[in-house]
């Protein structure tokens, strides 16, 4: 379907014809001084107006003195604990004489209603690139091989809009990765329709870009007129412009090898004295998997079962084994957590772990830069190697 | 991520600290397994941890379980009496694929409770001896009293014609064997290194030692396997507890190949 054009109050449609339809619209609203996602109902609630600056341990909201909708960079949350909550259930059963009974499913299911993802199916509206890429490293990580059918249902039930970058963060390095700053089909998890916002005085306007047959329904739905060459030639603008002013660089070549033959550099000592071991930067990073499994019982002790919750490697017991942790060094947690997202990542799975969304470097309270270290390790190999 | 319930038929003492469970389903059939594979076993409302199955891989039923209490997960499960239903999810894992050693020497070299996850590929070569030219069990234990399976040792050695060499950190009293580390037992067995599989379970830096003086024997990198113990939530390469860099040791492993596991078991903290 051609690309189509919709105004403000066409977002307002949109998220009508999405809430008609039976999804949840979970979208960018401002809450105690960030962009985070939230349910929404209505396009007043968008951070109308609002950009942020971000440096590393920095995050900032900055009057943008526009009527901008999408004019900021990555927030503190991605789309993961829309997919992939914090907890989940993974069975209840109750203790018997002589040991236990599981729950049969539709019991276990009942005892949902408070769970995250009831509420599905989710309309996303107003994701990002990266953000996108990270949610089809999820979907690889965790459908990939042994499939999370949690996971799967959300996944497979939500419509997704996505938007392209028109004003990068100063931790953004999607170019880098090659993950950004504009939506493109076949480049990370499939999404219905791609809004790039055009913010010329006097013609605030969306350019709308269809990649589904639900996408090209709901569009139906609403009114919108057909896009011009001008629309065209000025949406290319907004993502050239925007991929011209990413606030990070990471160099990708050779960056695998680069970290495996790293493993005994002095930079994880280094980084340890700074590295407060407070796993910010997994909770932020969209595509950080790690689960614990958490026994719980109810206080008659009776209904018990097992949920999983977000975990971190940098956390102390996530290696623990009778005797001792395999990594009780921060440094070594460190080096667990880059390397995995830079290089083993891409042995597991065939991708590198990282999308350049700059989380994991705005959101560290002790401003360590994913980005600055491995240009440390480039450099630290690169003396080793003119060494005679 | 639902377990199967399993009810404790009969339970063993080992040692002092280790007892050996021999379990069947309570619904559905028996776990077929191949010799090294683990299961994630459960005590209801106390916790779920990985333990190899230590039966015999051609007749699965009952499903068989050799725990040593270290914790309060393994004490639970180490202590339940018969009659008891515990949760079993599973096998997990790669085996050893001892088969692949056919018409050459075998070589087991086995620490502690890493005899437990020996025992199923060690049965496995005696059911079919004749395919096999020199086999070795190789087993080293802390002391005399926290020696497994000791009828099994001596079948071992007596009707399957197996090298049995048992050694110990801390001779006491009436022990009359060697005492010392188990790599000596590997330096002096009479296997032919250019021909032999050599099959290595116990504590990480033991499984170091042991490669090494097999390598030194003339053993293929390629042909030593280690049995790798990570802590694991899931043991379906979901939790990414158990990854040793670009390995979920739950999936690809536990078993690995020595020539994959060269560079990264030497450096600490992996
Ligand atoms: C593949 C594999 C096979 C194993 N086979 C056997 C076996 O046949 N017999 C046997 O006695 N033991 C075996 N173990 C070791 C056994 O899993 C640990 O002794 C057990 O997890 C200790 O848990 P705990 O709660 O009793 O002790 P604690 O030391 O109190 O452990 C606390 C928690 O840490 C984690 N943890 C601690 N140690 C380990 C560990 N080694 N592996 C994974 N998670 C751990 C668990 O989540 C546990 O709940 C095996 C381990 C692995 C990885
Ligand atoms: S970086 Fe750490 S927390 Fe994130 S997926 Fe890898 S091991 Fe898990
Ligand atoms: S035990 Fe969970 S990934 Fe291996």
New binding site residues.
Partial sequence: MEPRVIDTAGVQALVDALLARGYTVVGPTVRSGAIVNAPITSVEQLPRGWGDDQEAGRYRLRGRGDDALFGFASGAQSAKPVFFPTEEVLWRGRRTPDGFTVEAEDLQDDRRDDQPGADAPYALLGVRSCDLAAIGIQDTVLTGRRPDAAYAARRAAAFVVAVTCSDPGGTCFCVSTGTGPRPGPGRGAPYDLALTELLEPGAHRFLVEVTSDRGAEVLGDIGSTSATAADLEAADGVADRAARRMGRELETDGLKELLYAAAESPVWDDVATRCLACANCTAVCPTCFCTDVEDVTDLTGSLAGRNRVWDSCFDA?FS???GGRVRASTGSRYRQWMTHKLAAWIDQFGMSGCVGCGRCITWCPAAIDITHEAAVLRREAAEQEALP | MVPRRFVVRSSRPDTRD?RTLELSPVDGGPLAFDAGQ?TMLLAFGV?E????I?GDPTAPDPLV???????????ALAGASPGTVLGVRGPF?TGWSVGDGRGGDVVFVAGG?GL??LRPAIREVCAARADYAHVAVLYGARTPDDLLYADDLQRWAGEHDVEVQVTVDHGQHAWRGRVGVVTELVARARFDGARTLGLVCGPEVMMRYSALALLDRGVRKDRVRL?M?????CGVGLCGH?QLREYF?CVDG?VLPYDALEPLISRAEL
């Fill in positions: 017991d623990l084994l009778h | 280790t683990f916790g941890v990985p333990i190899s230590s379980h050799t725990i040593r209490a270290v914790g309060p997960v393994s004490r894992g409770i437990a996850p049995s113990e990570r802590n694991m939530q158990c040791v536990p």
